[in-house]
């Protein structure tokens, strides 16, 4: 009897995470927006791009990005974005960046995402970028150039979070 009710148990629960997939990690947005903002002003930092004026001194706006459903149930709601998770973005882009001042910066901001620890997950995203990955928070890092305008842009992002009820952008 008692092996029948345990059957029973693990059966729902594997097919409950099968419909459901992995839940997503419950986050505070203010928290996830105060992390990518600090990183956003060490990457300008390492940047140090000259004539540059608002490093380590500014705070970017944090977006905000759908994010869907996991598991079985994703394909009843395909397309169909969660209202509760959220995943978040932080990016800027400067014009005008000569080739040996953006990879002199970008040499800087590599060397210190590997010595924190950071793993890099791609190159040449651009004419010259890369992307590094945070473990334990799933944070990215991307650092693209493009030759034709000069154009540095910045992307620091956060995976999906469960955010609080109420949540509004």
């Known amino acids: 009897m008692f092996g029948g009710i345990m059957l029973l148990v693990a059966v ?7 419909w ?7 986050v505070d947005p203010n928290v996830v927006a105060m992390r990518l903002n600090e990183e956003a002003q060490r990457v300008e930092e390492d940047l140090a791009l000259p004539g540059r004026t608002d490093s380590g001194s ?7 990005g759908a994010c869907y ?3 079985l149930r994703s394909v009843a709601h395909i397309d169909e974005a969660r209202q509760d998770v959220r995943s978040f ?22 060397s210190r995402l590997s010595q924190q620890g950071w793993k890099l997950t791609s190159e040449n995203i651009s004419d ?25 842009a910045v992307t620091i992002h956060a ?3 469960k955010v609080p009820g109420g949540f509004d952008e």
Do not use: I
């Open 58 to 64: 500014s705070s970017h706006r944090v977006d905000t």
């Open 20 to 26: 459901n997939g992995e839940p997503y990690p419950e």
């Open 128 to 152: 010259m970028g890369f992307r590094f990955e945070r473990p334990g928070t799933g944070d990215k890092v991307d650092v693209d150039w493009y030759e034709p305008t000069g154009t540095l």
């Open 159 to 161: 995976p999906c979070g």
């Open 12 to 18: 729902s629960w594997t097919g409950y995470r099968l």
């Open 69 to 71: 459903y996991h598991g």
């Open 89 to 110: 973005a932080l990016d800027w882009s400067t014009t005008g960046v000569p080739r040996t001042t953006a990879r002199a910066g970008q040499e800087r901001v590599r």
